[in-house]
């Protein structure tokens, strides 16, 4: 397989690539621009590196010989892109004020023109629904998700916001299209704490609402929901990201699994695994809904910066599911941070 650079960014949450339904095509954003290579170190990430503002589509029909296929300007900072599994219009979330929302149209190999909406407050994520008709929001600032329908190529809010309270992160849709699973990574009280996921009901004709809620490990930034909807999974990063003359510095990340009843909106905690993953915030299930994989930023190993693909099966022995490391992984470069299945 052949390698394509693409510039992107780790300063952003872990939608920052898609992947269209027919597997032909994959999205990038750029949410932060680089700086020279004189320029070893800045004081903050998120406010010293210049503002990124590009999606690119990239063939991968031919994985020996992917392909850069077009580009076009998204606004200041995208952080988010989703693809619409109907009709492949994307949906970029992004942080120009008064341009939180894009659409951009993807047909026949090339982009169309750039709708954007406003969105009051801090947006860090969208989501398509299944059916493509609707898409969800994050909201960091005031802690809630909201929701939007598309008629006729253009964006309106579908009911009120749900609050949620917490840190809240990247959200899914589950296969059925009837809830909204959100991370909650309580970042607003500390970087120390166990986090949640947040299952919201998602009302097409009415209000949606907060249906359940789980605990699972530190900062739980990525999570997975298998294809055949039972199982859901958290990629926890942990502390160890962390400076280590900090005492909340831990050595272990970990990773959740959950079961999902599609029916009632409920989860339950089968299994944590630590692992020694430093940053792992991608996460996702392979066809069959019985392995996972796991990014990898880096490793605490000074010796070689490098980071990884990690492979986990899972194990379903009279209704308790386990999550096994299978010790197999694929050594990338330094700053792995998404990935996705082409199924």
């Known amino acids: 397989l052949r390698q394509l650079p693409v510039p992107n960014s780790v300063t952003n949450w872990v939608n920052g690539l898609a992947i269209s339904p027919d597997g032909q095509t994959a999205f990038v954003v750029d949410t932060r621009g680089g700086l020279p290579r004189t320029v070893q170190q800045v004081k903050d990430v998120f406010a010293d590196l210049p503002a990124g503002g590009q999606l690119y589509a990239i063939d991968i029909r031919d994985l020996a010989n992917p392909k850069l296929v077009g580009q076009v300007a998204v606004g200041s900072t995208p952080v988010s892109v989703s693809v619409n599994p109907v009709n492949q219009t994307l949906l970029i979330c992004g942080m120009e004020k008064g341009k939180e929302i894009v659409l951009v149209d993807w047909k026949n190999g090339k982009f169309g023109p750039v709708r954007t909406y406003p969105q009051a407050g801090k947006t860090t994520h969208a989501n398509w629904h299944p ?8 909201l960091e600032e005031t802690k809630q998700v909201v929701f939007y329908q598309v008629e006729n190529g253009q964006a309106k809010p579908l009911g ?7 840190f809240p992160g990247a959200a899914l849709f589950s296969p059925n299209g009837r809830y909204y699973l959100v991370p909650n990574l309580r970042w607003d009280q500390g970087y120390d704490l166990p986090g949640e996921i947040i299952v919201v009901e998602f009302a097409e004709n009415g209000q949606p609402q907060v249906r359940s809620r789980a605990q699972v490990g530190i900062s739980p930034e990525g999570i997975a929901i298998s294809p055949n909807g039972r199982w859901v999974a958290s990629s926890n990063m942990g502390t160890n990201f962390l400076p280590h003359s900090l005492p909340l510095f831990g050595h272990r ?57 990690h492979f986990w099966q899972l194990k ?28």
């Open 160 to 166: 009120q916001p749900v609050d949620l309270g917490g």
């Open 131 to 138: 059916s493509g008709k609707f898409f969800g929001l994050t």
């Open 316 to 343: 379903d022995q009279n209704g308790k599911a386990t999550l096994h490391n299978t010790g197999f992984k694929l050594t990338v470069q330094r700053g792995c941070h998404f990935v996705k299945i082409i199924y």
């Open 253 to 309: 990340a970990s990773v959740s699994l959950l079961g999902f009843d599609q029916a009632t909106g409920t989860l339950t905690l089968h299994d944590t695994q630590a692992w020694e993953g430093v940053l792992p915030e991608g996460i996702a299930f392979d066809a069959d809904s019985d392995a996972l994989v796991t990014t990898s930023f880096d490793y605490l190993d000074l010796a070689k910066r490098q980071g990884g693909l």
